[in-house]
């Protein structure tokens, strides 16, 4: 294998994802194909655990600090330990304890780390706990934000992709209310061209398809509904069709996801989570992955949470893990060719 591997986050320690990330590690290079070996950094006891539990038999290889090694063997399970461990005496299935943040956030931020160095060729993350991250006292909201602030980036995009639709996010986890107050022209203006650039260079498309959406019904039928479409969003998108003439908006949004619709575009640009996230998730639910743009890295994640309704119990789903990885691969090898 001449590739580097992709390394896996931890995620957290009592969820599905070490679940998810064991049961499917064997799957990754026969279902798709890739050669790409994979490193798992975390505190090897969780993985041993949660295998053991399922009754699963997996090779393990255990690595204090990097070498070129690991990863090189599609049929190992490599891991690179963690130097804090999670809370073992407060390990149980399901429940989320503020002992195990710190090997938690550790294997983010090693794994950010050998990607930004080039060690590895991109980085997968299972879910976390955002609950027992902030109480023992880390101050970021969640993934994207922390990799932006290891990575010195001020606008990090969020996309969500599955079954053949890309959707990006304007503006995320907020009001419906303060939606409005939050679009501007210049961070609209930087969200679109991040997504028609990310087209180009990670998914390998040169000419670049992109629909913006309206903010108001009927993209506010010519400010009958609401005047954001003529002194937002019209604007930005005709000054960016300039530059990207495949660029079209602002479009009603409830047109723009039936199929026809859909394929006359690569992504849509929306403006409020809801609008993008409930048509995604009617389509790819349980297989669509996370992608955040803007980085220096490639970095996708799971749609989902960490479930601790059903961690522990062999029901956990690996489908969105699995398209995770697979889009991780492509992206680094397209992102490598456009370089």
């Not at 990863?71 to 299935?93: K, N, Q, V, W, Y």
């Not at 997968?124 to 991250?133: A, E, F, L, M, Q």
């Not at 969200?191 to 390998?204: H, K, M, N, Y």
């Not at 039928?221 to 960016?240: K, M, N, S, Y």
Request: proline share 8%; net charge negative; aromatic share 6%.
């Amino acid at each position: 294998m001449n590739r580097l591997p992709l390394a896996v986050t931890m995620g957290d320690p009592v969820g599905v994802g070490p679940e998810i990330v064991l049961r499917a590690f064997r799957e990754f290079p026969s279902q798709t194909g890739q050669r790409f070996g994979l490193l798992h950094v975390g505190d090897p006891e969780v993985y041993a655990r949660t295998a053991r539990h399922l009754g699963l038999s997996i090779p393990f290889r255990i690595f204090d600090t990097p070498t070129p090694e690991m990863g090189s063997e599609p049929d190992h399970f490599d891991i690179l330990a963690t130097r804090a461990t999670a809370d073992h005496p407060a390990f149980a299935f399901g429940r989320p304890h503020a002992g195990h943040a710190a090997a938690t956030v550790e294997s983010i931020e090693t794994a950010c780390r050998m990607t930004r160095e080039g060690r590895v060729a991109a980085m997968v993350t299972p879910p976390i706990h955002k609950g027992s991250i902030h109480a023992a006292g880390f101050d970021f909201p969640g993934h994207t934000e922390l990799l932006a602030r290891l990575l010195g980036v001020e606008c990090p995009v969020m996309m969500l992709a599955g079954n053949g639709l890309r959707v990006v996010l304007a503006t995320i986890h907020q009001s419906l209310a303060s939606v409005p107050a939050s679009l501007t022209r210049d961070g609209l203006r930087q969200v679109i061209r991040v997504t028609l650039e990310s087209l180009r260079t990670d998914f390998a498309l040169p000419h670049p398809r992109v629909v913006v959406t309206g903010l108001n019904p009927h993209a506010g039928e010519e400010g009958a509904f609401g005047d954001e479409e003529l002194t937002l969003i019209g604007p930005v998108c005709r000054e960016l069709a300039l530059e990207y003439p495949l660029l079209r908006g602002p479009l009603p949004a409830d047109t723009l996801f039936h199929p026809r619709a859909r394929a006359g575009y690569d992504a849509v640009v929306c403006m409020y989570h809801d609008q993008a996230l409930i048509p995604l998730k009617m389509l790819a639910f349980g297989q669509a992955i996370n992608v955040t743009l803007n980085l220096p890295i490639v970095r996708t994640s799971v749609d989902h949470g960490t479930a601790h309704d059903i961690a522990g119990q062999g029901k956990a789903d690996p489908g969105s893990y699995l398209a995770a990885l697979s889009a991780a691969a492509e992206m680094a090898e397209n992102r490598k060719k456009s370089s």
